[in-house]
């Protein structure tokens, strides 16, 4: 299973003697699995079938899914007559030409037409005959999802990957940068010491020793190894056949845990640029992260 956007829509339908079953989903981001479903009566013991059926394409997000049939019902239908009702109403008509002389002509369709005499009622659908069909939608409208939700995540694979490529040449930017500002800061300190110190003679050792200490303060050689090799382990996930998008949000914490330590360490307004572009960057990649399976 390639990267999977969690945003998708899949449709599915068929059709069986005169009835057709549609199943539409729709799915958008969660941290779970939380499945939503609306059936039609009578079919609420199929629900759980339906749920390790979308279990199965969906491991994250929030899925709506819902379930209509329509078409040709007259073999689930039948007239219920209430004969005792009727005996009821030809009595108070019998009473009423009684009362008032008339002529006691009762039809069978006069008492039919009086409220429920004759009811229309449908039996419930044999389940287990028609999960066949209605399963057969199901799979159509997952298979369609699944392929709208690969092509999304295709695109947020490519867009990851050319952020996660500004990443690194920025990280090496940083890198490369560093020699120089340290030589820099180490001109400075020795600029500083010999206007503190006037025409006394500089202790070699003593600067020696503040250099040492500058240089382990700015020193960032961890920081960058772990970084780097983050950037490896987003990207080979990226290529991964599984739900990646739980690992890839915890690598953008990561990521942002030692952005955050090499600023402070550096402490550079040119090098405080680049570490902004950096965060920048981190917060679209965890937007399209929140996105993937």
């Not at 690969?150 to 690194?168: I, N, P, W, Y």
């Not at 020193?219 to 490896?232: A, F, K, P, W």
Request: proline share 2%.
């Amino acid at each position: 299973m390639p990267v999977r956007s969690m945003t998708g829509f899949g449709r599915g339908e068929a059709e069986n003697a005169g009835r057709v079953w549609t199943v539409e989903l729709r799915c958008v981001n969660n941290r779970f699995l939380d499945l939503k479903t609306k059936l039609p009566r009578g079919y609420l013991s199929i629900e759980e079938r339906i749920r390790k059926k979308v279990s199965e394409f969906h491991q994250r997000g929030r899925v709506d899914l819902v379930v209509t049939v329509s078409g040709d019902f007259s073999d689930l239908l039948h007239v219920k007559v209430n004969l005792g009702l009727a005996e009821n109403y030809k009595e108070a008509l019998a009473k009423i030409a009684n009362t008032f002389d008339l002529d006691d002509t009762v039809s069978a369709s006069l008492l039919a037409s009086y409220p429920e005499v004759m009811v229309r009622e449908q039996d419930e659908e044999d389940i287990e005959q028609i999960w066949p069909f209605l399963e057969d939608a199901l799979d159509k409208a997952l298979a369609n999802c699944t392929v709208m939700r690969g092509k999304e995540g295709d695109a947020l694979v490519a867009d990851l990957s050319d952020r996660l490529q500004f990443f690194t040449d920025t990280i090496t930017t940083i890198e490369q940068s560093i020699p120089q500002l340290l030589e820099t800061r180490q001109n400075n300190l020795k600029e500083r010491l010999e206007k503190l110190l006037g025409n006394t003679e500089m202790d070699p050792m003593r600067l020696a020793q503040e250099v040492a200490v500058l240089a382990d303060k700015t020193d960032v050689t961890e920081e960058i190894v772990r970084l780097r090799s983050h950037i490896q382990q987003f990207a080979a996930f990226l290529k991964e056949n599984v739900a990646v998008g739980r690992k890839l949000d915890f690598l953008i914490q990561e990521f942002l845990r030692e952005v955050n330590t090499m600023a402070s360490k550096i402490n550079d307004a040119s090098i405080a640029h680049l570490t902004v572009d950096l965060k920048s960057e981190l917060e679209k990649m965890r937007e399209q992260v929140q996105n993937i399976e």
